[in-house]
């Protein structure tokens, strides 16, 4: 069996290792200095079976990845009714950088996009807890997600609050809507460490498996949040994971999924396995070319389409 799929996996990577399309995210310094070639996929079985080919051990920063797992945590901790007054479930039909604030309530349309992540962040933990110890609940949790203790890279961290202007426009236009209680400039410092949390593929499929089994990780054993946690955060997956791409993803590979700017890739299937693939070439939407060439492959030769 581990033959067979690793065997899958490396010859859909070379199917779409010729690829060169596409472009590293220059508004980020650091992530402009990747190396284009990586590529990597794995599969993670809600068995604790992890399949990987190409460069699953090649460390890279979470970015939008980190989002449904933080909007997971915040749903854990200050229940649906507190988080769904600040942040709501509709696509937005628009890149994940634009404001994307509900007309009259300025709430964000999704917690995907950068304007609902960045007020999930806020609101894990509890109220009383200051912005440093917010960043380490969440950078726990994303741990719990992965099953190991993930840290941060400094140097992309800083190189992006370096030039954070837009999300701090956002932090701040959050702020005056009172979307936002705290200082706009602390909580896009703590949403900026947890973009820079640093994972391999093989992290992130262990991370998809844990939504894939319900909020159950399937290494470590740990039950990370419930399972009215988990389907909250899938049926956003299905529906804004690939911002204004959403449709298309839908219908050409029909898995709940999330994307980051430094090329990582996941979709979960409910009971079944969590898929991450990696390749820092990103489209005109700010998800991996190849990655998303993979996931039609999956999709396609796995009948794995399920929304
Ligand atoms: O806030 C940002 O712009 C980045 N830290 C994350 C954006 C991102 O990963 C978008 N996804 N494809």
Redesign the pocket.
Known sequence: MLSVVTDYLTEALGHVEEDRSGSL?G??PELAAADPHCLGAAFAMVDGTVYGAGDVDTAF???????PFVYALALADRGFEEVLAKVGVEPSGEA??QISLEPGSGRPLNPMI?AG??TAHSLVGSHDLDAAERTRRVIAGLSAFAGRPLSVDESVCSS?MAH?H??LAIAHMLRSYGILDDDPRAVVDG??R???VLVTARDLAIMAATLADHGLNPLSGERVVSESVIRQVLSVMATCGM?DAAGDWATQVGIPA?????GGLIGALPGQVGIATFSPR?DA????VRGVALFEQFSGDMGLHVM
């Open positions: 995210a508004y980020i920063t979470i970015q939008s990845i980190s989002k994940f950088n950068n992540a960045i992006e954070a837009r999300n949403y900026i947890q973009c820079s911002y999330k994307s980051g700017v430094a990103l939407h700010g998800n991996s």
